[in-house]
């Protein structure tokens, strides 16, 4: 059963920068396809950059140059690195793993899908622009 924990999260001003951390249990990292997604309450979970286990990317087109996903396979640890932060970009962030190759295209054309088809999910971690 794999674990996945998010930190990194905070408030931060418009203009600002943060780092996303999501330590996996097991050898998780590089071999999953990996995402980042985010979610506000009342609203549904949306995603924000996926990552495959060969290191390819995709990212929505609302995060597109301002945010970068990266993995480190011998640390088990997925990055997401904001900057140019947004108040949009206000949510919880969520990491998943273990994800059908084509929800990076969902990720990549802002299609929305419960679940986004993620064997695993994290607890999320709060970030606040304001």
């Known amino acids: 059963h794999v674990q996945l924990v998010e930190s990194g999260g905070g408030s931060v001003q418009v203009g600002g920068s943060l780092r996303l951390s999501c330590v996996a249990s097991?050898?998780?990292?590089?071999?999953?396809?990996m995402g980042w997604f985010r979610q506000i309450p009342d609203k549904e979970r949306e995603g924000v950059a996926g990552i495959e286990s060969d290191g390819s990317t995709s990212y929505a087109d609302s995060v597109k140059g301002r945010f970068t996903v990266s993995q480190d396979s011998a640390k088990n640890i997925l990055y997401l690195q904001m900057n140019s932060l947004k108040p949009e970009d206000t949510a919880m962030y969520y990491c998943?793993?273990?994800?059908?190759?084509?929800?990076?295209?969902?990720?990549?054309?802002?299609?929305?899908?419960?679940?986004?088809?993620?064997?695993?999910w994290g607890q999320g971690t709060q970030v606040t622009v304001s």
């Open positions: 998943a793993a273990d994800l059908p190759r084509r929800a990076l295209g969902w990720v990549r054309l802002g299609v929305k899908i419960p679940g986004y088809g993620a064997t695993y």
């Open positions: 097991d050898d998780t990292i590089g071999r999953y396809c």
